[in-house]
């Protein structure tokens, strides 16, 4: 069973930058998807990114794509979200996810998370 554990949140102005980290142990995730969501208060969980295992094809949601990048590092078991051009209404927590085979849109998808890590964009 794999363990996920985010960091790397904050309090940031608008326009700055974040680095999201997902360390995960247990095992490796060399052969797993990987997602990122987030979660505002009162909202449901929302897509971010994913990144699948066999190829370098990420995947974003349009409210992100340009000022997001999503990454892995297989060889240290991590899983990384840069976040530039930060806006407001990306203040969220923000979770990791892994599921097996291919890279899904859909947290329903996921059965592996992580607690969360928080980010806030003042305006």
């Known amino acids: 069973q794999v363990q996920l554990v985010e960091s790397g949140g904050g309090s940031v102005q608008a326009g700055g930058s974040l680095r999201l980290s997902c360390t995960a142990s247990?095992?490796?995730?060399?052969?797993?998807?990987m997602g990122w969501f987030r979660q505002a208060p009162g909202k449901e969980r929302e897509y971010v990114a994913t990144i699948p295992y066999h190829v370098d094809t990420p995947d974003y949601a349009d409210s992100v794509k340009g000022r997001f990048t999503i990454s892995r590092d297989d060889a240290k078991n991590m899983l990384y979200l840069q976040m530039n051009s930060l806006k407001p209404e990306d203040t969220a927590v923000y979770l990791c996810?892994?599921?097996?085979?291919?890279?899904?849109?859909?947290?329903?998808?996921?059965?592996?998370w992580g607690q969360g890590t928080q980010v806030t964009v003042s305006s």
């Open positions: 247990g095992r490796t995730i060399s052969t797993y998807a």
């Open positions: 996810a892994e599921r097996t085979y291919l890279a899904s849109r859909s947290s329903a998808d996921y059965p592996y």
